[in-house]
């Protein structure tokens, strides 16, 4: 029966790939040639690690995740009939390891003979670090280009509580622990000021080192004008930081005259006034996401990637990254037959201690019986890093944040303030430390004891799952511990990680782990699955949306 149905579904899929290829032959109907087609991606916050549904009634298709877009420009380097790609900022990526694999998809794109141009209304540091890998960076004659530079701020609110008569009660193992220290210090900690000022230097010293790589400009030339900015749009193009000012409709212009001469085909579109674009999300989803045809008698190999997002809970919490949910999920890959590999991608600071390590260890099951590759996003420490070592490969941007192998836990002590606002408690406790976690009193020395007992035991079986997990002495794993965090770079020198690479490094080394050859087709399943519908088929929404022609003005 269980066979039966999966040739069912086979033959389903092929089905729904009749039909996409249809319509997507109507993406490439008014152009016809080869090479003349011209993707239009938009870039900007609203880029997710997760696959995100855009509503019933929405007349757009939904933001591509980030691996999806980074595997729409793998396929458009390869395509044939693209031409190039334009590039919409419409704010900064989400974050710095973001920006990184990025501006790697547009690097590959011009080595593979496509040409990239970039436009925005206004720049920030992090889009601009991804524009200025492209053949030609455009802005509005009235934006500005806001590269500042990196400032990093921490609030401290011991200052409050002492005033509201609250006091927290910490405790921490690892000296550089210091995620409770705005709750007990007013300033850094000296080992907090370096740790973060090193940090904050690598990703300073990779955007001058970027922008004066893709603009031609020397990195001295570059700091300085880090330094005078902000800058407008016509003194950033004088810098030779932008190469014109351009309204939409010109950068249109520009796009005909550069690429539709000597193409009847082109300059006789549809729309005669526009040159022809292609949005990303509808090349991704009726050409880029594209497996073949389906063997109908055995499935192709698949490939589950799934995101770790956000903070590490118990239970089975709606937000974050729930325990339940999650070992669920991993347990239901391990068992799937149809699954070959999976990929985790951690964007994670950590979390509650208990769930890390009941997570750690379904990953853990779960790599004995398949390749589990780890990809880390902006952040993975503390019970984010701990995930990640239970995989057999780890991969992590020059810039993300790792480490932090260190335990911190506490609570407030409210006594004060009750004083003051005139509350009054009477306890009736049976057991010595009843009232252990209460917050109308601090910790006895024997309680601060025997919490820190504790927490050092999380420390050691912390630092045994990183030995174990990354191959690394115990000396090893002490001189990254201590609640120290590390930029990707460094990290892999001390063992922590295997590679630098993103979500496309990680599918390459996940082919390998199948011996797959190269061009092999597979399927590949992002999770958590947030279906348009519900009730329907998957396939369902991948034909909501037809593709769409767009016109450089956007609106």
Same mark, same amino acid.
């Given at each position: 029966?269980?066979?039966?149905?999966?040739?069912?579904?086979?033959?389903?899929?092929?089905?729904?790939?009749?039909?996409?290829?249809?319509?997507?032959?109507?993406?490439?109907?008014?152009?016809?040639?080869?090479?003349?087609?011209?993707?239009?991606?938009?870039?900007?916050?609203?880029?997710?690690?997760?696959?995100?549904?855009?509503?019933?009634?929405?007349?757009?298709?939904?933001?591509?995740?980030?691996?999806?877009?980074?595997?729409?420009?793998?396929?458009?380097?390869? +395509?044939?009939?693209?031409?190039?790609?334009?590039?919409?900022?419409?704010?900064?990526?989400?974050?710095?390891?973001?920006?990184?694999?990025?501006?790697?998809?547009?690097?590959?794109?011009?080595?593979?003979?496509?040409?990239?141009?970039?436009?925005?209304?206004?720049?920030?540091?992090?889009?601009?670090?991804?524009?200025?890998?492209?053949?030609?960076?455009?802005?509005?004659?009235?934006?500005?280009?806001?590269?500042?530079?990196?400032?990093?701020?921490?609030?401290?609110?011991?200052?409050?509580?002492?005033?509201?008569?609250?006091?927290?009660?910490?405790?921490?193992?690892?000296?550089?622990?210091?995620?409770?220290?705005?709750?007990?210090?007013?300033?850094?900690?000296?080992?907090?000021?370096?740790?973060?000022?090193?940090?904050?230097?690598?990703?300073?010293?990779?955007?001058?080192?970027?922008?004066?790589?893709?603009?031609?400009?020397?990195?001295?030339?570059?700091?300085?004008?880090?330094?005078?900015?902000?800058?407008?749009?016509?003194?950033?193009?004088?810098?030779?930081?932008?190469?014109?000012?351009?309204?939409?409709?010109?950068?249109?212009?520009?796009?005909?005259?550069?690429?539709?001469?000597?193409?009847?085909?082109?300059?006789?579109?549809?729309?005669? +006034?526009?040159?022809?674009?292609?949005?990303?999300?509808?090349?991704?989803?009726?050409?880029?996401? +594209?497996?073949?045809?389906?063997?109908?008698?055995?499935?192709?190999?698949?490939?589950?990637?799934?995101?770790?997002?956000?903070?590490?809970?118990?239970?089975?919490?709606?937000?974050?990254?729930?325990?339940?949910?999650?070992?669920?999920?991993?347990?239901?890959?391990?068992?799937?037959?149809?699954?070959?590999?999976?990929?985790?991608?951690?964007?994670?600071?950590?979390?509650?201690?208990?769930?890390?390590?009941?997570?750690?260890?379904?990953?853990?099951?779960?790599?004995?019986?398949?390749?589990?590759?780890?990809?880390?996003?902006?952040?993975?420490?503390?019970?984010?890093?701990?995930?990640?070592?239970?995989? +057999?490969?780890?991969?992590?941007?020059?810039?993300?944040?790792?480490?932090?192998?260190?335990?911190?836990?506490?609570?407030?002590?409210?006594?004060?303030?009750?004083?003051?606002?005139?509350?009054?408690?009477?306890?009736?406790?049976?057991?010595?430390?009843?009232?252990?976690?209460?917050?109308?009193?601090?910790?006895?020395?024997?309680?601060?004891?025997?919490?820190?007992?504790?927490?050092?035991?999380?420390?050691?079986?912390?630092?045994?799952?990183?030995?174990?997990?990354?191959?690394?002495?115990?000396?090893?794993?002490?001189?990254?511990?201590?609640?120290?965090?590390?930029?990707?770079?460094?990290?892999?020198?001390?063992?922590?990680?295997?590679?630098?690479?993103?979500?496309?490094?990680?599918?390459?080394?996940?082919?390998?782990?199948?011996?797959?050859?190269?061009?092999?087709?597979?399927?590949?399943?992002?999770?958590?699955?947030?279906?348009?519908?519900?009730?329907?088929?998957?396939?369902?929404?991948?034909?909501?949306?037809?593709?769409?022609?767009?016109?450089?003005?956007?609106?």
């Amino acid at each position: 029966m269980r066979s039966l149905r999966g040739v069912g579904r086979r033959l389903g899929a092929n089905g729904v790939r009749v039909i996409k290829r249809a319509r997507a032959r109507s993406l490439y109907g008014a152009v016809g040639t080869e090479g003349n087609t011209w993707l239009l991606v938009r870039l900007g916050a609203q880029l997710s690690e997760r696959r995100v549904s855009a509503g019933l009634g929405s007349s757009e298709p939904p933001p591509l995740a980030l691996v999806d877009l980074l595997r729409t420009f793998e396929v458009a380097g390869a +395509d044939s009939r693209v031409a190039g790609v334009l590039l919409r900022f419409e704010g900064g990526p989400p974050g710095v390891a973001a920006a990184e694999p990025l501006r790697r998809a547009v690097e590959s794109l011009r080595a593979a003979g496509k040409t990239v141009w970039a436009w925005s209304e206004g720049y920030d540091a992090l889009s601009y670090y991804v524009a200025s890998a492209a053949d030609r960076v455009d802005v509005a004659p009235t934006g500005s280009l806001q590269l500042l530079g990196l400032r990093s701020q921490q609030p401290f609110f011991k200052g409050l509580l002492d005033k509201l008569g609250v006091r927290a009660e910490v405790v921490r193992i690892g000296s550089n622990k210091a995620a409770a220290d705005p709750l007990v210090r007013r300033a850094m900690a000296e080992p907090q000021r370096e740790q973060v000022t090193a940090y904050q230097s690598e990703v300073f010293e990779e955007l001058v080192r970027a922008i004066a790589s893709g603009r031609g400009l020397s990195e001295e030339s570059v700091r300085g004008l880090i330094d005078e900015g902000p800058h407008g749009a016509e003194a950033a193009c004088r810098a030779g930081l932008f190469d014109a000012l351009r309204y939409p409709d010109e950068v249109d212009a520009s796009l005909r005259e550069a690429f539709g001469q000597g193409s009847g085909d082109v300059a006789e579109a549809a729309d005669a +006034d526009a040159f022809p674009l292609v949005e990303g999300g509808a090349y991704f989803g009726w050409v880029a996401s +594209d497996a073949g045809w389906r063997p109908v008698l055995h499935e192709l190999p698949r490939v589950a990637y799934v995101v770790v997002e956000g903070a590490i809970r118990k239970g089975r919490s709606a937000r974050g990254v729930s325990s339940q949910r999650y070992s669920e999920l991993f347990r239901k890959l391990k068992d799937d037959e149809q699954v070959s590999g999976v990929i985790v991608r951690i964007a994670s600071p950590g979390g509650d201690a208990v769930a890390s390590d009941l997570l750690h260890r379904e990953i853990e099951r779960l790599s004995r019986r398949k390749p589990v590759v780890v990809s880390m996003a902006d952040v993975a420490a503390s019970g984010g890093y701990y995930l990640a070592v239970a995989g +057999d490969h780890i991969l992590a941007e020059k810039t993300t944040l790792t480490g932090s192998i260190g335990v911190v836990g506490g609570k407030l002590d409210l006594s004060g303030l009750y004083a003051r606002l005139g509350i009054d408690f009477e306890s009736i406790e049976r057991g010595e430390r009843a009232g252990l976690y209460s917050e109308t009193r601090g910790f006895t020395p024997a309680e601060r004891q025997a919490l820190r007992a504790e927490m050092q035991t999380l420390y050691e079986a912390f630092k045994e799952r990183v030995a174990a997990g990354r191959s690394l002495s115990e000396r090893d794993v002490e001189r990254a511990a201590q609640g120290r965090v590390w930029s990707g770079a460094r990290a892999r020198g001390l063992g922590l990680v295997d590679d630098l690479g993103g979500p496309l490094e990680a599918l390459a080394k996940m082919r390998a782990r199948l011996a797959l050859a190269p061009g092999a087709r597979y399927l590949l399943d992002v999770y958590p699955q947030r279906r348009l519908f519900p009730l329907a088929p998957e396939w369902f929404s991948s034909l909501v949306w037809g593709p769409r022609r767009a016109n450089v003005d956007w609106d």
